[in-house]
């Protein structure tokens, strides 16, 4: 027997943050481009850019600042109000998995 | 700023319980019949039915006892083993629910 658990983010009952996101996000950062990033997880552009700017409009923030060259090549890269919530996602999953582990050892592996 | 968290039971990579057959197996023990749990859930028979024998053989146990009338109109009840595994799977989300509740408050309600 085993387990999976998934835990997300939402405002006003609408997802805003969960693993999706953040692998696009996180790859926006190694690339420095939305491009980038949408063709390393096999998505267009015009999706990739489309989920980060419907959280961004959930959140009330901006996640990415778009330098010359927009749409048509320049780069991006996180604003500090993205890369403070990634971290606060990060921390919150990886303390909220840890204990979810220890509860299913306890249920499910005495 | 809000989330959202679900964990659920899988054997050999499969899933086997989340809340979605909890929520039918509760309904069958409610109702003493794989037929009245459907109905409520908004489902089929054999959609019902089916679920739970899927979970049956992934898992290996019976959960269900159909009784005499069979799917012509009998009734069932669960297993002890379905009893233990609801309960268990029940104390482990509730658990885990709480942890993941703390964390969240940690680190997004500060």
Not at 98 to 110: C, D, G, P, T
């Amino acid at each position: 027997m085993d387990y999976r658990f998934k835990v997300w983010l939402e405002q006003d009952g609408q997802p805003v943050l969960g693993d999706g996101l953040l692998n696009l996000l996180t790859l926006v950062r190694r690339h420095g481009s939305i491009r980038g990033a949408a063709g390393e997880m096999k998505m267009s552009y015009r999706q990739a850019w489309g989920n980060i700017k419907k959280a961004e409009n959930r959140l009330g923030i901006k996640l990415l600042i778009k330098q010359i060259g927009g749409e048509s090549g320049g780069g991006a890269h996180l604003t500090p109000e993205a890369e403070q919530l990634i971290r606060k996602y990060e921390d919150f999953r990886c303390e909220a998995g840890e204990a979810v582990k220890k509860s299913f050892l306890k249920y499910f592996r005495q």
